[in-house]
């Protein structure tokens, strides 16, 4: 029994918190169409923004807030420089995103150096207590807060004025442009936006993981496989079930092997779902 539970605990806390980490992904890849190879970049720098602005002792709520912020504005002046120019382009955005991802990854380095940092748990205490096992108390709000996030955007995406804009941005960017919606600024919304969700979960992860330059790297194919099995553009569902399974299946089959061999089998699994609904599995619904 206590075996079970501790599998089922892990397996929802690694899913949110990967649905956290692949979210920015899911909005600008899935509303706007970028393959953002940059994603990884962008997580790494809301940690480094993270344990800088902690180590000049901002408290550490406004730090991943400021973090997230600052992401934010390098998106939108990445998207209004270069990326405007290249929508429905996917190959030239694609590369890009690579090119920002190299470039930020080396002025990562030659800003903050390439030793690893740390960032303290900003919670402490004991474990959340589930009566015959006990999960991290951090990595639970983490987890909460994942699913506020993934659950409050889908809210504002199909039940606000301008979640309409943004899904008729998506379907049909001409006839949008036709009917009055300014596009470009819904795509720098989106994209900025995007930047910022991927900026704050690098900041709220930032104690669960070791601060260096390649942070974000561990995330992104993990993150790009969350998207496409799910379903490009299913925010709410798509991430959370290809967050499911990707981080919940590697759990649970970690348990019978060795963790890269898990890893291997997740992606090789991935891949087969994929060849047979290279759409996704909530794509169209």
């Known amino acids: ?96 995103t690579w090119a920002f991802f190299l470039v930020t990854t080396e002025v990562i380095k030659i800003v903050f150096g390439t030793d690893f940092r740390n960032v303290a748990d900003p919670i402490g205490g004991d474990p959340v207590n589930l009566g015959i096992y006990q999960v991290p108390t951090y990595k639970t709000v983490v987890a909460l ?40 600024a819904m795509y720098k919304l989106v994209f900025g936006f995007g930047a910022a969700m991927a900026g704050l979960a690098g900041g709220v992860i930032a104690p669960m993981f070791a601060v260096q330059p390649y942070m974000g790297d561990m995330f992104l194919v993990r993150s790009f496989f969350v998207v496409t099995i799910g379903g490009i553009g299913q925010l709410l569902a798509g991430t959370l079930f290809g967050s499911f399974a990707i981080g919940g299946l590697e759990t649970v089959l970690a348990l019978f092997s060795d963790q890269v061999i898990a890893q291997i089998a997740v992606f090789f699994i991935a891949v087969i779902v994929l060849r047979f609904r290279p759409q996704g599995v909530f794509s169209g619904r």
């Open 1 to 96: 029994m206590e075996i079970l539970v501790s599998v089922l605990a892990d397996t929802v806390l690694i899913t949110l918190v990967l649905a956290f980490a692949a979210f920015g992904l899911a909005i600008i890849y899935g509303l706007t169409g970028v393959i953002n190879m940059g994603h990884g970049a962008m997580l790494t720098l809301g940690a480094y923004f993270t344990w800088w602005l902690l180590d000049q002792g901002v408290p550490f709520v406004p730090t991943v807030l400021l973090s997230a912020l600052a992401v934010g504005l390098v998106g939108l002046a990445f998207e209004h420089l270069l990326i405007r120019h290249f929508y429905g382009r996917p190959f030239d955005t694609l590369l890009l």
């Open 145 to 184: 807060l994942a699913l506020a996030v993934v659950a409050g955007t889908a809210l504002v995406f199909f039940k606000t004025t301008l979640g309409v804009r943004v899904r008729a941005m998506t379907q049909n960017r001409e006839m949008a442009g036709l009917l009055g919606l300014n596009v470009a």
